[in-house]
Each structure stands twice: as structure tokens, then as C-alpha cells.
């Protein structure tokens, strides 16, 4: 009796060590990288796990000219129904104080969030620079592509 119940409690095991992570990370899909006007270099992505998560990615680097105090990016992961209104599910600020200056840069990622049957979602990213002089500045956004 003990034999087997050794037996199936070793079949579980090997059952749960063998299949996919609940957060495991099945795709990332990433908007091409945009060059801004500030100097700043950014790119949004979305990331899929296998238990139909989503999260929203952002991610950026600086080579301008001012020298920086801080970096930010700031992420937001947005649904929609018809690809036109776009709601905001949840966001995500991260500062860096050592500025990255070459790719792959520093990333910035929300927490995740279930997927709605029917929904479209992706990601939206911005930097904010924060200059020596005192100057801050915003890029534009940019987008990961639509994924359901």
C-alpha cells in the first residue's frame, strides 16, 4: 500500500516538474524600437504566459547630448473591444539613476493581468528625461502591436 502511494506521489511530482510554469513566458511581441526627437530610444512590448496572462513591456535607452539626472519609463497595458477606445488595465512607472545608453537598454514591466475573451490589448510606453538643467522632457508614446 505505502509502494503506491510513493508511487503516485513520484508520478505528481514529476507531472508538475515537467509541464509549463503558470508564469511561463509563451511570447513577447515588441513594437519596433523609435529613435525620439530627445534622444531617447524606446520600444513597447507585450508579454504572453501560458496560462493566458498578459503584461505590458516597456523599454528604452538615452544617447542624446544633456547630460540626465534620471530616466524614466513609464508602461501601461490597455484593452479595447473594437480597436478604437482604448482603456487603461494597469500601469507601471520604473526611474533608473545610471542611465542606460546603448540597446537593449533597461525595460520596465506591469503586473499581469488575466486575458478577456473577446478583447484586444497591447502595450503603451513613454520616456521622461529628467535633464541636469532642470529641463524634463516627454516622448511621444509607442506602441506594441494588437494581440487578443
Avoid at 76 to 104: A, H, K, M, Y
Wanted: glycine share 10%; proline share 3%.
Amino acid at each position: 500500500m505505502r509502494s503506491r502511494w510513493v508511487l503516485a506521489v513520484v508520478a505528481l511530482a514529476g507531472v508538475l516538474l515537467t509541464g509549463t510554469p503558470a508564469h511561463a513566458d509563451v511570447g513577447s511581441y515588441c513594437g519596433p524600437w523609435r529613435a525620439t526627437a530627445t534622444g531617447g530610444h524606446q520600444s513597447a512590448c507585450y508579454v504572453r504566459s501560458g496560462n493566458y496572462e498578459i503584461a505590458a513591456r516597456g523599454r528604452g535607452y538615452y544617447d542624446g547630448d544633456a547630460k540626465l539626472d534620471q530616466f524614466n519609463i513609464s508602461v501601461t497595458l490597455q484593452r479595447s473591444e473594437d480597436g478604437t477606445s482604448w482603456t487603461n488595465v494597469t500601469s507601471r512607472v520604473c526611474g533608473f539613476t545610471d542611465i542606460p545608453s546603448d540597446w537593449p537598454g533597461a525595460s520596465c514591466l506591469t503586473a499581469a493581468r488575466y486575458v478577456d475573451a473577446g478583447m484586444l490589448y497591447r502595450a503603451r510606453t513613454f520616456l521622461v528625461l529628467f535633464e541636469s538643467g532642470g529641463a524634463i522632457r516627454t516622448t511621444a508614446f509607442s506602441f506594441s502591436p494588437i494581440t487578443t
